[in-house]
């Protein structure tokens, strides 16, 4: 059974920084493009970053640039997204999800919500002093 699973949210003052990660089991990241999505009370989901099949393609929100750092660990079988000089308005649950993604899109990834197949249950981030 395809499953994803964030960990490593919490509660961190402004200007602090998290880890969070995005455990599959039941599918080799290999063949997906991952993206990392947030929805903050009384907003729609938006796309915070996404990672290519292969690594090489990645893609952040304005947002997030320079601060966010999306990697992944093909041995491990995750993704992880380093937070970095987190501001209140980062509060949100962080969810990843995951899309087949074929060998010609191996470099490319997308951030639209509806685009993506499989949903893990999300992780609570908190920036608050």
């Known amino acids: 059974q395809l499953q994803l699973v964030e960990s490593g949210g919490g509660l961190v003052q402004p200007g602090g920084s998290l880890r969070l990660s995005c455990a599959a089991s039941?599918?080799?990241?290999?063949?997906?493009?991952i993206g990392w999505f947030r929805q903050a009370p009384g907003k729609d989901r938006e796309g915070v970053s996404c990672?290519?099949?292969?690594?090489?393609?990645?893609n952040y929100a304005d947002a997030v640039k320079g601060r966010f750092t999306i990697s992944k660990d093909n041995a491990k079988n995750t993704v992880y997204l380093q937070m970095n000089s987190l501001k209140p308005e980062d509060t949100a649950i962080y969810y990843c999800?995951?899309?087949?993604?074929?060998?010609?899109?191996?470099?490319?990834?997308?951030?639209?919500?509806?685009?993506?197949?499989?949903w893990g249950q999300g992780t609570q981030v908190t920036v608050s002093s």
């Open positions: 039941g599918f080799t990241l290999d063949n997906y493009a």
């Open positions: 990672i290519s099949r292969n690594g090489g393609g990645t």
């Open positions: 999800a995951a899309v087949p993604s074929s060998r010609l899109l191996q470099a490319m990834c997308i951030m639209t919500p509806a685009r993506y197949n499989y």
